[in-house]
């Protein structure tokens, strides 16, 4: 039976588990039985904001399995003419497609969207709430760097607030015993928590006992019209750059979710540097999805 | 050889019969012996107006059969830079494209277009007069439904002027011997038909005889600023809704080629209700495309 | 080992004469067999500048040695958010994509790209400099006509300032051992090229000693308001029309790139006529593009 990802907390730690240990088996897989794995199956992309990396990131990993995509053109789309999308996703479904992506502006709308379809839903970001993919890269990247992360230390810097990447790291990462510090200044900070999991505005004093840092995107002109965010003042507490990273101890590892805002959030000294694991997290992007997809479809048709 | 399918009519009676009988059969072909039917075989999609449903479920089809489909984007194309429409269909033939699946807003597009190509065409609908496909899956719908159609009464309803899909339906309809109503406020009804086709403006009187009804889409703002249609008077006359569903006979069932708009030309509780086919005429869209393309191209290549 | 294809020069006139070697054995080849050379092989579409031709032409090549692409979406991506090309290419490549093909409106981007690229760099057109796998088509168009090009004498006539066409045609043919003209009016002309390349603004004179002659696209707004180029003058000195291809040797051809502006530098006669080889450019194109992919990605994954 198909199966929809909408976030980590439906998941759980045990699902969770089960899809970054397949990930890792997927790896070893010659590429002839990896593509017997989802065969035949269909996949639509309803990506209605834009998104090249994850588009891709998810076709690819839909090749890796043997399925197929078809890019749903959101704007040349029935959408435009008036449908719902209700009758949108019955309509593709009744076209024997076996699941959707989905890329979305509005919270909601992946769970609104697995109540009408039939077929897998995949969240492949929604509002500011969940991007759950991210959040198994990120946890998977994290694992392969340090191991068992029970008590590990992690902290999440920027725009937490309207970050679904912040949002899903926060789920994967608790899930997984890591102590987690959302690290924002008070306008870009969530107004809620899950238990156990630290707010706070300053950076400096954590970096000493930190094992890894995620450093989120800032969306400059979204940032200063909504907020009116100290640009410079943000870039003087919070931007990760060699010196900080200094400060930080031996081992501890740099993650971004990209696009990077370089000079803004981060120096290109430690993008590129030998404590960046942004390129890592990338390539996890795609074998986590490949896993998602195998999970969520239900073997070859 | 490859073949074109420009309009129904001169598929004829025998070719019509002949496609919906192979859509029947492929459900039945297991997909590894499905996708051989043509395989390697490399089409083109010329849709040049927007259309969302119809493209994915071509797409769809040539993936059953084992063709594969590259998207001609019109807009970033050389038609924009004056090359005339014969040169960019003799280019992509060069490339040993074996066919075509041409949307156009003008009617006559498709018979142009077959006269300068070698491979296949296929009308995915054109201007007002013709969208072959789509009269072929309400056939297979209708036959699925009530059997051998003979005799059967068939209502079309709505802007019958302006539809590409009542025009093809009624060579489809006419043709399986079935007897069609045309039925449209007299703006919107076209002005002249194939013989034993019949018109009316009157929808209420036919309802306790028909077998099928098939709701057209009310295109809103074209249809006001034309012939400045009352809509509300349209709604009133003709809306299919549940207190007219009653009056039409058990058994009978309701067809709509999408997308719809609620609420004007039929309501949410006929739409969503057990006498509704329209998601059974999209997944004989995709089966009855899928018959058309084996039947135009030739084989595997 | 991925290659890169950036310009004709730094393939040589060995690597040249491989590349349409292996292109003319490819034609013989089964279609299974083909499509197990590049096997697995991802490639990422980067058209920066649109075009259709090149790019179906290369999908199609891609397919026949079964590699497959991915169409990068210039306008909806990570750029517009401000990312540098230069994480772009990394992010893309992270996700184990194993080659770039790459069009863009400025000269030197290939070779940025392939700086920065692991995977294979293939050159699909860049500002006026280079165009690779044109020069390809266009050499082995004429070998299949003229066989051994040495000593033959081709002219490319039109606006070869802008042309890379032509910059890239010199190369290839100059190689074979061809004595290229280069025919224009002194604002179209290029201010420096390859020792024993000829340059000239009188094509009347030429005409009977002529082997092949390749006519390039006049860009009509752009050299309007660029050079303020006499158009009439051009069609009245330059146009290939009946009586001018009437005073070259029998057995000469007619090569474009097209897309053709018919009635400026060429009339209809000449582009359908006898003497036309357009369409087997187009042919020859996809033939070369997957020679070239072949080549430049490591055989199968």
Request: aromatic share 2%.
């Amino acid at each position: 039976m198909p199966k929809d990802l909408i976030d980590l907390a439906s998941l759980g730690a045990a699902g969770i588990e089960r899809i970054l240990e397949r990930a890792r088996e997927l790896r070893q897989l010659p590429r002839a039985e990896r593509e017997r794995l989802c065969a035949g199956r269909e996949l639509v992309h309803l990506f209605l904001e834009p998104s090249t990396r994850t588009r891709i990131s998810f076709e690819l990993a839909a090749r890796r399995v043997g399925a197929r995509v078809i890019d749903f053109d959101g704007d040349a789309s029935s959408l435009r003419k008036g449908e719902s999308l209700s009758d949108t996703i019955r309509t593709i479904e009744a076209m024997e497609v076996d699941g959707f992506v989905l890329r979305h502006g509005e919270d909601d709308m992946p769970r609104q969207v697995a109540e009408i379809a039939a077929g897998a839903v995949i969240n492949a970001g929604a509002g500011t709430t969940a991007h759950p993919t991210q959040g198994l890269l990120d946890r998977l990247t994290l694992e392969e760097e340090l191991g068992d992360l029970a008590g590990r230390r992690i902290a999440i810097v920027g725009d937490v607030r309207h970050s679904r990447v912040a949002a899903s790291d926060v789920v994967a990462l608790s899930l997984a015993g890591a102590q987690v510090h959302l690290v924002a200044p008070p306008e870009l900070q969530r107004e809620s928590v899950p238990d156990g999991v630290e707010r706070g505005a300053e950076l400096d004093p954590l970096l000493p006992e930190l094992d890894a840092i995620v450093m989120l995107r800032i969306q400059r002109e979204r940032i200063r019209e909504e907020v009116s965010l100290d640009l410079d003042g943000f870039v003087e507490r919070y931007q990760l750059h060699a010196e900080r990273l200094g400060r930080m101890p031996d081992g501890a590892v740099v993650l971004h979710p990209g696009p990077m805002n370089r000079g803004v959030e981060i120096s290109d000294a430690v993008a590129d540097g030998p404590r960046s694991r942004i390129h890592d997290q990338v390539r996890h992007g795609v074998e986590v999805r490949a896993a998602v997809l195998e999970h969520c479809l239900d073997g070859p048709r």
